[in-house]
C-alpha cells in the first residue's frame, strides 16, 4: 500500500498560522513531527507549521487530537508515534491540518503554538538501533573506484541491500558540534601506523529512515507492505573520518571512522506527507540482475523512490568571520539509489532481525552521476588529489576544524507544494 494523496496535501490548503504560507519548509502540507522544549520547558512532542510549533502534549491535553495518538505523545520521545499503524498516523495528520486550517478551531489551538525560534530540537526518537546501508550506486562506484580502480563494485552490491550497524549512541540532532576524531591511520609509505586527529574528516550526504511499527524476532517484512513500516524521513549525515576508515575498514567494515557521531535533522518528515512526491524507481542498467523475489514488488518499483532534491552547503570560519553565505558544495536528485527504501527495510528484517519503533537507517551516500551531484568531500576531491576552490580563495580537499557543513532537501512535484527537512548542520571543533 501507499499512501494516499487527499486533502491534506492540496496546493490551495492555507493555514491561519500566517507565516506557514508559502514558507520554504513548513507550509501545512508538511507537518512534520519532532521534540522540542519551549524557552523554560520541558522536551515534549510538536509539530512545525511556518516559524511555529504546535505544542502536540497540550493539544492532547486539551482534548484536540484522535484518542489513538493520546497515549503516544505523553512521552519526550516520537517512539509511540512512530510505531502507530499506519492509519493511526493518517488519521492525526488529517487532524492536525484541520485544526490548523478550519478558523474554527484557532481559539483554542493559537495557544498552544510557540515561535520555534525561541525553542530547542531533540533527538525525536530514543534510537535503540542505527544501521547504514551503501545504496547510492553512483557513491559506491566512486569510492569502489578509488580503492579498487579495476573493479570497483564487487559482485554482491546488485543483489543485496548492503549495510553494517552502527553506533546509536552518538547520533545527534542538527547543531550539535562534532569534536574531530582521533584514531589510527598509516599513510601507504610508513612502515607502522599513528594515532592522532583525522586528517581526512569527511561528511555523508544521507536520507535517514524513522521506522514505524517494525517487526518481531524471528519474523520478516513483506516487501509489499514495508511502506507500512516507513514512518518517516530525516536528513542524515554520517560524518567519515577516512583515513581511519582506509586503514581500518577491511575485514569487517566501518568502525571507528563513523562512530564517532552522526548529525540527523530534528523533524520527522512522515511518509504521509510525502506521499504526492513518489516516482519510479529508476530501470536498472541493461544486464543488471533483477533482484530476488522477496525484494521485488511492482507497485514498489512504481512508486518507491523520492522527488526530493538534495544539497549540501560548506560554511568555513573565514566565510562566517567574513559575513559570507555558506557555499553549495553539491546539488542532486535522492532518486540515486540502487535500491527502494522499502527493499532496505524489507532486506534488513528478511533474516529475522527486529526493527523497533524509532529505529534509524541510513540510505548510504547519495551521489548523482556528475561531480556536481558527489554525496562527499572524498569524491569531490577525487581521495584528496584535487582541492575545490572557494570563492573567498580558500581551498578544501576534507573539512577542517571551525568549517560548518549544511544539508538541506526538499521534495517537489509538478502542482504541489514543495516541502522541506529542516536543518542538518553541525561545526566541527579541533579535537580534545
Ligand atoms: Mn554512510
Known amino acids: ?35 522540542f522544549s519551549p524557552a523554560g520547558g520541558d522536551p515534549r512532542a510538536g ?23 493520546v497515549a503516544a505523545l505523553g512521552v519526550a520521545t516520537l517512539n509511540g508515534l512512530l510505531g502507530l499503524p499506519a492509519g493511526d498516523r493518517l488519521a492525526l495528520r488529517r487532524r492536525l491540518s484541520a485544526l490548523l486550517c478550519d478558523d474554527a478551531h484557532r481559539g483554542a489551538v493559537e495557544p498552544l503554538l510557540h515561535d520555534s525560534g525561541s525553542c530547542t530540537l531533540h533527538l525525536p526518537a530514543a534510537i535503540g538501533d542505527y544501521t547504514d546501508f551503501y545504496v547510492g550506486i553512483h557513491h559506491a562506484t566512486n569510492v569502489g573506484r578509488l580503492f579498487r580502480p579495476d573493479n570497483p563494485l564487487l559482485p554482491n552490491y546488485k543483489y543485496v541491500p548492503i549495510g553494517y550497524h552502527g553506533r546509536a549512541s552518538s547520533v545527534r540532532p542538527s547543531g550539535v558540534p562534532v569534536v574531530r576524531p582521533k584514531g589510527q591511520s598509516k599513510s601507504p609509505q610508513a612502515d607502522a601506523p599513528s594515532f592522532g586527529p583525522s586528517r581526512r574528516l569527511d561528511y555523508e550526504l544521507e536520507l535517514g529512515i524513522w521506522i514505524g511499527p517494525g517487526n518481531g524476532l524471528g519474523q520478516s517484512i513483506d516487501i509489499h507492505d514495508a511502506s507500512q513500516h516507513i514512518a518517516g524521513f530525516c536528513l542524515l549525515n554520517d560524518w567519515s573520518a577516512r583515513d581511519l576508515q582506509a586503514w581500518e575498514y577491511q575485514p569487517l567494515g566501518p568502525f571507528l571512522a563513523k562512530n564517532f557521531q552522526t548529525t540527523v535533522s530534528a523533524w520527522v518528515v512522515t511518509s504521509e506527507a510525502l506521499a504526492p512526491f513518489r516516482l519510479a524507481q529508476p530501470a536498472r542498467p ?28 560548506l560554511l568555513t570560519q573565514k566565510m562566517r568571520a567574513a559575513g559570507l553565505p555558506p557555499y553549495r558544495l553539491s546539488r542532486g536528485p535522492a532518486s540515486n539509489m540502487y535500491w527502494t527504501v522499502a527493499q532496505i527495510v524489507t532486506h534488513h528484517a528478511s533474516n529475522g532481525c527486529n526493527l523497533n519503533p524509532g529505529d534509524l537507517l541510513g540510505t548510504g551516500t547519495i551521489s548523482a552521476p556528475r561531480k556536481d551531484g558527489y554525496g562527499s568531500l572524498l569524491e569531490i576531491s577525487a581521495g584528496g588529489a584535487e582541492p575545490r576552490e572557494l570563492p573567498n580563495g580558500e581551498t578544501r580537499t576534507f573539512i577542517e576544524d571551525g568549517d560548518e557543513i549544511i544539508l538541506s532537501g526538499r521534495a517537489h512535484a509538478e502542482g504541489r507544494v514543495s516541502i522541506g527537512f529542516g536543518e542538518c548542520r553541525a561545526r566541527i571543533l579541533a579535537a580534545s
Request: avoid cysteine; hydrophobic fraction near 45%; aromatic fraction near 8%.
Open 286 to 313: 541493461e544486464g543488471d540482475p533483477r533482484p530476488l523475489d522477496y525484494l521485488w514488488d511492482e507497485g514498489d518499483q512504481g512508486h518507491g523512490a523520492l522527488a526530493v532534491e538534495l544539497e549540501v552547503f
Open 1 to 35: 500500500m501507499s499512501f494516499p494523496v487527499d486533502e491534506t496535501h492540496a496546493p490551495t490548503l492555507r493555514s491561519w498560522v500566517a507565516s506557514a504560507d508559502a514558507h520554504p519548509e513548513f507550509p501545512i502540507q508538511n507537518l512534520p513531527f519532532g521534540i
Open 47 to 69: 509539530v512545525a507549521i511556518g516559524s511555529q510549533i504546535l505544542d502536540l502534549r497540550a493539544a492532547a491535553g486539551a482534548g484536540l487530537l484522535p484518542d489513538v495518538a
